[in-house]
């Protein structure tokens, strides 16, 4: 090793160890952040700009290098006329500037979205089968794409997907577009729309196969509201496979076109199912406060025969009433929308020194039309029942009756078992004639209502009314199944069930010719699974009109649960201010 090399080692031993703190005493240079701010549009606009600007990747972060900031930058300026062009600006101004001290650099875009680009011609033309389909001709007028308006390309978008889907939906399946553009004329800040859409022929329903079916074939063909050879619509495949996954027959419904098999504008329809167990059983403790704690025990037969025949039978125990009951199930022509029904049923009932038993059989029409409901029935029951201590009676009474409603609602979107709004309107009538296995005549009409009404996100109202009134030969012989009583958790909270309505002169309640009761209540969500009501009802039971309302108020939480909303309600009544707030549980839907 030579001198000189040797005095370099030596010198280098010397100076490291003196080099590494001098090092570590050195401050570290403080990190310069990006700050980038938008200025001249808002909203819509500015969640576009934003989406398109490669530059805010770096927003609150440490800047890029100098270079490549104000490389950024100045693309940034094309990207925002880019990310106007859409609504229809097509002469923006974009400019930015680029400031910078010690601990932050910021870059400032100035926009000027400037004039918008109208609409001033639309080529629609519309060819194939559909130029004769009605309902195409309805989409012309409805398509969100007008002469005179801005130019919006997600409006054009939307327009193009609007008649894809109606073509999709009503079976033109070789539907395409033979020409789609806009044409944007920069001088006179105008735009033209050229759409040529070619629908083809629609196809029809072809042959239907249905594999793996326990039931009848023509009993589930009452089903099917279409035939091989009628025109194709996909919301008669929907209503088919709602209809049959809402019967209990089945576990599993599959209902689809086969496309890959259409021949001559003919397409065929597989339907395939699996049987559901045939036996459902079910056995479950609950309390309620008209009721007190039960027990439901239930056996269901989901089909008897091969026609789709039901047997559906519980038996009911509770502190309060006792209930049995079997119900034997007969589709009708359209099953999924009408039934009838033989019911057989016992109710035992020792409450508010009111005994009774009832021996209730009925037939049983029922018909559903889109949002109505009505119910026939004609049945025969036996009641014996006691007023305290008063002798035991007993009535027989043949009743015919009738029963329509009508239901409308809007259904949360994040709780399919909350109503933001919506009504129920129902009418009973109920009548008997002593000349018709019946003690005496009578006349029974119950007309009852219920709304809810969101009034904001978070504030709802709802109200429900009931009146009643009973016209009868010999009200005396009216056993308590037939009279109106009042109170409870459906009736008048803060009152027990059934405590409201004439008494005897033992003080026991002997139910009323006469029912009005009414409820207002306003609930607010104060958290997502939960809100808090106030309330206040009102309601009797008498022999004349003139019967004296009871009042209460009260305060309640509702949990909104996945199988509808549970109630714990607290009330007071008005009337009787020495009486304890009474507590009210009931769980199940709105309306």
Known sequence: MTLSRLTWLLLLIV????????????????????????????????????????????????????FRLRFLARRGDNSIAQALEPFGYYHSKVSHSIDTNDQQ?????????????????????????????????????????????????????????????????????????????????????????????????????????????????????????????????????????????????????????????????????????TANERDYYQIGPGYGTDTGARLTLGFDRRWVNDRGHKLSSIVRLSEVQNTGFVDYIIPGKNPSRDQ????????????????????????????????????????????????????????????????????????????????????????????????????????????SGKTVYSLTQKWRFLARAEVGAISAGDFSQLPPSLRFFAGGDHS?????????????????????RYLAITSAEFDYLVAPQWRVAIFSDFGNTGMEWSMPLKKTIGIGARWLSPIGPVRLDVAQAIDEPDKPWRLHLTIGPDL
Not at 27 to 42: C, D, F, M
Not at 492 to 512: C, I, K, M, S
Request: glycine share 6%.
């Open 15 to 66: 100076c490291v160890p003196v080099w590494q703190p001098l090092a570590a005493q050195q401050p570290q240079a403080q990190t310069t952040r990006l700050n980038v701010v938008i200025e001249g549009v808002e909203g819509e606009l500015a969640a576009n700009v934003r989406s398109y600007l490669e530059l805010l990747q770096y927003n609150g972060k440490p800047a890029p290098a100098s």
């Open 105 to 273: 650099i910021t870059v400032r875009y100035e926009i000027e979205p400037g004039p918008l680009t109208t609409i001033a011609s639309i080529d629609l033309d519309l060819t194939g089968a559909a130029q004769q389909d009605p309902t195409f001709k309805r989409l012309r007028g409805q398509l969100p794409i007008n002469e005179g308006q801005p130019l919006r390309h997600s409006n054009y978008e939307r327009s193009k997907s609007m008649l894809r889907s109606l073509a999709a939906e009503r079976g033109y399946y070789d539907a395409s577009f033979n020409k789609q553009e806009v044409n944007v004329e920069l001088g006179d800040k105008t735009a033209s729309i050229v759409l040529h859409f070619d629908s083809g022929q629609r196809y029809k329903f072809g042959d239907i196969s249905i594999c793996c079916n326990h039931l009848d074939s023509d009993f589930l063909a009452r089903y099917f509201h279409f035939e091989k050879g009628e025109e194709f619509h996909t919301r008669d495949l929907l209503d088919l496979q709602v209809a049959l996954a809402s019967t209990d027959y089945f576990e599993s419904v599959e209902v689809a076109p086969l496309w890959s098999q259409a021949e001559q504008q003919s397409v065929p329809i597989s339907v395939r199912v």
């Open 340 to 447: 009838y029904s033989i019911t057989g049923e016992i109710l035992d009932r020792t409450y508010e020194d009111i005994d009774s038993t009832l021996y209730r059989t009925s037939l049983r029409d029922s018909r559903h039309y889109d949002s109505w409901q009505r119910t026939y029935q004609l049945a025969y029951q036996r009641e014996d029942y006691q007023f305290g201590s008063a002798p035991k009676q007993g009535s027989g009474f043949f009743v015919p009756s009738a029963e329509f409603s009508l239901v409308s609602s809007e259904l949360d979107n994040d709780n399919r078992n909350l109503i933001d709004n919506g009504y129920r309107v129902s009418a009973r009538i109920q009548a008997a004639s002593d000349a018709v296995l019946s003690d005496t005549s009578f006349v029974s009409l119950t007309l």
């Open 492 to 512: 008048v909270r803060g009152y027990a069930y059934q405590q409201l309505g004439p008494e005897n002169a033992e003080g026991v309640v002997t139910g009323g």
